[in-house]
């Protein structure tokens, strides 16, 4: 076989492109278990952004596209950074994401307990146009996390999937699914912290949601 005399590197590639689903350069390159996948993630996660980051001009890849476990079972999607992160070159950073941490280690989930990134990752764009894009993104991201849950954080975010423009007001706090490789995720759908900021009357709606949430996570 041709795996013999390949580099553990490029090893890791083969195996990134066939996670993907991409064409393998190797027929006979064999797939590992979901169980060694989990070991090689943080090489999936990057190979998958390297590109985007190139396009985007963004160096830190990890601090801007990503933060959090990896391997949990818990995958948080806003929709995409705001000036604050562009500046500081951060997911989720300055206020917005210290009311996130705020509400998410309120039904006791902290950082090592979830997976957090964006949908979109540049402010302004076509989105439109680029939607295709970033679904194939989107899809290929899911598939290496491997999720069992996704909250959605806002209506852009909420509304990826369905390519649809619901109120937040009318799809928070509600549970659905994607398939994804014939896998089920749940999704939950509740407020961006940005919109809390600006219109703090939906913290209570926030809380409903996040204690629902809590209690469907914590018993299954």
């Excluded at 006791?108 to 964006?118: D, G």
């Excluded at 069992?148 to 649809?164: D, H, P, Q, R």
Aim: charged share 25%.
């Amino acid at each position: 076989m041709y795996k013999k005399n390949l580099s553990n590197k490029t090893i890791n590639l083969l195996e990134y492109y066939s996670i993907l689903n991409i064409t393998n350069l190797f027929s006979d390159t064999a797939i590992k278990s979901k169980k060694q996948l989990l070991i090689n993630k943080e090489q999936y996660i990057f190979e998958l952004f390297k590109e985007i980051g190139v396009q985007l001009n963004i160096k830190k890849i990890n601090s801007f596209f990503y933060k959090g476990n990896l391997n949990s079972k818990i995958m948080i999607l806003g929709d995409c950074p705001n000036d604050e992160d562009i500046k500081n070159q951060e997911i989720f950073s300055g206020s917005r994401g210290e009311l996130l941490n705020k509400m998410l280690s309120s039904i006791s989930l902290e950082k090592e307990k979830y997976y957090l990134s964006n949908i979109y990752f540049e402010k302004h764009n076509d989105k439109i146009s680029k939607y295709n894009f970033y679904k194939d993104i989107l899809i290929k991201h899911i598939k290496i996390i491997q999720p069992k849950y996704i909250l959605f954080l806002g209506e852009t975010a909420a509304n990826f999937f369905n390519n649809s423009n619901k109120l937040i007001l009318d799809i928070r706090g509600k549970w659905g699914s994607i398939i994804i490789n014939n896998d089920k995720i749940n999704t939950f759908a509740t407020f961006d912290p940005e919109i809390l900021l600006k219109k703090p009357e939906n913290k209570k709606l926030s809380w409903e949601d996040l204690k629902k949430f809590r209690n469907e996570i914590f018993n299954n």
